[in-house]
């Protein structure tokens, strides 16, 4: 793509958004209670897409200004010294070695890094992390605490206490199992930057194993090379909780990490870090290696976790507001309503049925018109939307693949909504929610029970459609009600017909980004 493309697209999906949201909403017809309820539905469902495809398009803008870093290609004599932190709760043993070996086997001088595991598990856990050294007990240690106040932010302040010579801190996950060359990359950019803390993407080696994994993987990449990317150019992306490295001094000085959430790193970054100045910058370098959630119900467990947190934070996002830049406040409200993203797929859902069976919303003189308009401005929107990770996996189907195996998260968000709202009234909090990482024994029949949700939403736009064809002769309900079964039919099929061939799949990935954008 050509240098500027970024606005354009930016400028595309502006004014693709504003006019959808626009011309939808003033269809809107109120002539009783119902309709006056459906209506204000309508409104909210609209205002929630917008919001984020504003934010889509804000990050196009950012790109345009996107500079790669540029890290001091050269071997030194005087390495600073660097503590990698891993923090653990009752983590398989041969994940947790796996990690620490890789860790250890830097090529990086011996007497300049150590390995630290925090280690959260019960005693009988312990033993794990003790023999993972590998012989290199000189520069490993396994740091425990005689209870989980904070779980996993009280675990990394704890690592963070001890860490008094070093200069920078490495945060990884249990399974991020590092190359090699982490360190020595990392150490370069941070030497020839002025950010505080530098993250690095999340890739999984274990992509291949089930559909919430190839998804996880996938939507992931999206994140970090688009979202993470773009905002790191308005300094308004929070740090995700794994693969990044910190100036020691910097994070001790915003108060270390934030121990009232479980979600630590959305926390941490908002409540501390970005209010206290410091920068966060993004490198593409894929440095570690991890591991994705296999099974429908590990998948839920994560995603019920950091929608539940982040909803859980929206008061101290109040609290902290005049404490943000205004891209900080943007890109942070972002967060929060990217999540109501389940209450609105569910909505929608209703909204062909609702009509079907007289309660109509939606008045338009010309049913031509109207579906030709919304058809079109709709598939070109999903088209801006998932244009980045079409450049970057250069696969169509691999992308709407995972946006439709993704959709199983969508009544996790639903659930956390409402138990955060419930939790916040009655003072009420939830403990830390570990995401298992090992795959379920079957996996259709953890489909079966853990997806029951989707096939009422099938069932409604079922009915809508045969009394849309049939009765009423609504064929833009008709439309709607269609458009809802091809997700969630795509998404059932993508999850009961996946499998693992004899030859495993690999999906390449680039090392080096197109000029412009990339996922």
């Known amino acids: 793509m050509k240098i500027g493309s970024n606005v354009v697209i930016g400028f595309l999906s502006l004014a693709t958004t504003t006019f959808l949201t626009i011309y939808n909403i003033s269809h809107i017809y109120i002539h009783s209670l119902p309709s006056l309820i459906t209506g204000i539905s309508f409104i909210f469902v ?43 709760y009752k983590e398989p043993k041969e994940v947790i070695c ?31 992390s003790k023999n993972c ?27 963070l206490s001890k860490i008094v010579d070093e200069k920078y801190i490495v945060v990884l996950d249990a399974d991020h199992a590092p190359q090699p060359h982490m360190l020595k990359t990392l150490v370069n950019y941070m030497e020839n930057s002025d950010y505080d803390v530098i993250m690095f993407p999340q890739y999984f080696r274990n992509l291949d194993k089930s559909p919430v994994a190839f998804a996880s993987s996938l939507l992931n990449l999206h994140d970090y090379f688009f979202n993470r990317r773009g905002k790191s150019v308005t300094n308004s992306s929070f740090c995700v909780g794994t693969n990044w490295i910190g ?38 370098d894929i440095l570690a290696k991890g591991l994705a959630p296999e099974s429908i119900e590990a998948f839920e467990v994560q995603q019920y976790r950091w929608a539940y947190g982040t909803f859980r934070l929206f008061p101290q996002y109040i609290k902290t507001f005049k404490k943000l830049t205004n891209f900080q406040k943007f890109d942070y409200l972002n967060v929060f309503i990217w999540y109501l993203t389940g209450l609105v797929i569910v909505i929608s859902n209703l909204f062909p049925l609702i009509t079907a069976l007289g ?35 250069k696969s169509f189907s691999k992308v709407f693949k995972a946006q439709s195996i993704s959709m199983v998260s969508t009544m996790s968000y639903v659930r ?27 996996y259709l029949i953890s489909l079966l ?8 939403l099938i069932s409604a736009n079922t009915i809508s459609l045969l009394l849309s064809l049939l009765i009423n002769g609504n064929y833009i309900i008709a439309g709607w009600s269609m458009y809802n079964l091809m997700w969630w039919s795509s998404s059932l099929i993508f999850h009961a017909l996946w499998h693992v061939p004899k030859k495993k799949r690999v999906i390449r990935l680039a090392t080096t980004m197109p000029r412009t954008f990339s996922c």
């Open 46 to 88: 609209q205002l929630v897409w917008m919001n984020i495809m504003l934010n889509h398009s804000a990050t196009f803008f950012r790109l345009h200004y996107y500079k790669e870093l540029k890290k001091l290609e050269k071997n030194r004599s005087d390495w600073p010294k660097v503590a990698i932190v891993i923090p653990v």
């Open 98 to 128: 796996k990690t620490v070996r890789a860790a250890l086997h830097q090529d990086y001088p011996k007497d300049r890094f150590r390995v630290i595991v925090a280690d959260d598990s019960p005693k009988e856990f312990l033993e794990i």
């Open 133 to 159: 050294h590998n012989g290199e007990r000189s520069k490993y240690s396994v740091l425990t605490r005689n209870s989980r106040n904070g779980y996993r932010a009280g675990a990394l302040n704890h690592a």
């Open 247 to 284: 100036k020691v001094s910097s994070v001790k000085k915003a108060g270390g990490f934030y121990e009232d959430s479980i979600v630590e790193d959305l926390a941490s970054s908002m409540i501390l870090w970005h209010p206290k100045g410091l920068k966060i910058g993004f490198v593409k």
């Open 359 to 393: 309660i109509e919303f939606l008045r338009f003189e010309s049913v031509i018109e109207y579906g030709l308009i919304i058809a079109n401005f709709t598939i070109l929107q999903y088209v801006i939307f998932s244009l980045p990770s079409l450049i970057f996996h």
């Open 416 to 442: 956390a909504l409402i138990d955060s709202v419930i939790d916040m009234f009655k003072g009420r909090k939830r403990p830390y929610m570990v995401t298992n990482k090992r795959s379920s024994k079957s």
């Open 449 to 456: 029970r853990r997806a029951w949700w989707v096939f009422p």
